[in-house]
């Protein structure tokens, strides 16, 4: 029997509420009541954009009573910000850290002070550090460096990414290798929805939850965007999302550029699964 997915509801304070997700949900609090007993844990979480790793994150954090969060993200610039979630978990921890960030001081001065203001700590925090597959190099050299360290440490670390993202030499892939062999890593991916998942959403719309699903291949982003519309044409935002995410990729938008020209109807197995769609 399948788990099912997202649902809209207006009562959940996110406006959405979590169905589809309890198994990559029950593996987190299990990775949570580990780092709280000092066996540190740090978790790469997988999955598309749109995919609801954001919302999985958010869903824990209202869960774990009595845990200090610390949230920290890369941005999609062109020219990532060296170690920018370095400095969002420094705003967040104060202290030696901070001190350090403001000084300019050099990388390893910076490591340091973190892994040491980390291991002060007497009970458990969570770090979640999102979309690490826009991060700069210092950012992966951080990544390494807490995951040969964290074991010993009440920290569990979250690091989200896209794994459609990342081509074979990306320096993101070699990081993630490196970290694979380390005692406290552990992955875990978020898949799209099921069929079923996208027939709960779907319920009391109208709309046919098997064209849906073929549509959309089950992301939830897109399908959530398909029903506030209202219809099974795409809305712009789904297109904005396809050409937000391929812009870091030439090869993947030439093909778009390409397919633009054939006409309103194209077959489509990177972005959206082995469906025509009308864009």
Same mark, same amino acid.
């Given at each position: 029997?399948?788990?099912?997915?997202?649902?809209?509801?207006?009562?959940?304070?996110?406006?959405?509420?979590?169905?589809?997700?309890?198994?990559?949900?029950?593996?987190?609090?299990?990775?949570?009541?580990?780092?709280?007993?000092?066996? +540190?844990?740090?978790?790469?979480?997988?999955?598309?954009?749109?995919? +609801?790793?954001?919302?999985?994150?958010?869903?824990?954090?209202?869960?774990?009573?009595?845990?200090?969060?610390?949230?920290?993200?890369?941005?999609?610039?062109?020219?990532?910000?060296?170690?920018?979630?370095?400095?969002?978990?420094? +705003?967040?921890?104060?202290?030696?850290?901070?001190?350090?960030?403001?000084?300019?001081?050099?990388?390893?001065?910076?490591?340091?002070?973190?892994?040491?203001?980390?291991?002060?700590?007497?009970?458990?925090?969570?770090?979640?550090?999102?979309?690490?597959?826009?991060?700069?190099?210092?950012?992966?050299?951080?990544?390494?460096?807490?995951?040969?360290?964290?074991?010993?440490?009440?920290?569990?670390?979250?690091?989200?990414?896209?794994?459609?993202?990342?081509?074979?030499?990306?320096?993101?892939?070699?990081?993630?290798?490196?970290?694979?062999?380390?005692?406290?890593?552990?992955?875990?991916?978020?898949?799209?929805?099921?069929?079923? +998942?996208?027939?709960?959403?779907?319920?009391?719309?109208?709309?046919?939850?098997?064209?849906?699903?073929?549509?959309?291949?089950?992301?939830?982003?897109?399908?959530?965007?398909?029903?506030?519309?209202?219809?099974?044409?795409?809305?712009?935002?789904?297109?904005?999302?396809v050409l937000a995410r391929t812009r870091m990729l030439p090869p993947a938008r030439d093909a778009l550029d390409t397919a633009a020209l054939i006409g309103p109807r194209m077959q489509s197995q990177q972005?959206?699964?082995?469906?025509?769609?009308?864009?």
């Amino acid at each position: 029997m399948p788990e099912v997915a997202w649902k809209l509801d207006a009562a959940d304070n996110q406006g959405m509420r979590l169905i589809e997700r309890e198994s990559q949900l029950a593996a987190l609090h299990q990775y949570a009541k580990e780092a709280s007993q000092g066996q +540190g844990r740090l978790v790469l979480i997988s999955g598309e954009a749109g995919v +609801g790793k954001s919302v999985l994150l958010e869903k824990l954090s209202t869960s774990l009573n009595g845990t200090r969060w610390l949230w920290a993200g890369c941005d999609g610039l062109f020219t990532p910000a060296a170690l920018g979630p370095l400095l969002d978990i420094a +705003g967040q921890l104060d202290g030696e850290l901070l001190g350090l960030c403001r000084a300019e001081a050099k990388r390893d001065q910076l490591y340091g002070a973190l892994l040491r203001q980390l291991g002060d700590l007497q009970a458990l925090t969570v770090i979640a550090i999102e979309d690490v597959d826009w991060a700069d190099e210092a950012t992966l050299d951080l990544l390494s460096y807490l995951g040969r360290r964290i074991q010993h440490l009440r920290v569990l670390l979250l690091v989200t990414y896209r794994e459609e993202a990342l081509v074979a030499n990306d320096p993101l892939r070699l990081t993630l290798g490196g970290l694979a062999s380390q005692r406290a890593t552990r992955r875990l991916s978020v898949p799209t929805l099921s069929t079923a +998942g996208v027939a709960t959403l779907a319920r009391g719309t109208g709309i046919d939850a098997t064209e849906l699903h073929r549509l959309t291949a089950g992301n939830p982003f897109f399908v959530t965007e398909v029903l506030q519309a209202g219809t099974d044409v795409l809305p712009a935002s789904f297109r904005d999302a396809v050409l937000a995410r391929t812009r870091m990729l030439p090869p993947a938008r030439d093909a778009l550029d390409t397919a633009a020209l054939i006409g309103p109807r194209m077959q489509s197995q990177q972005m959206c699964g082995s469906s025509t769609i009308r864009l």
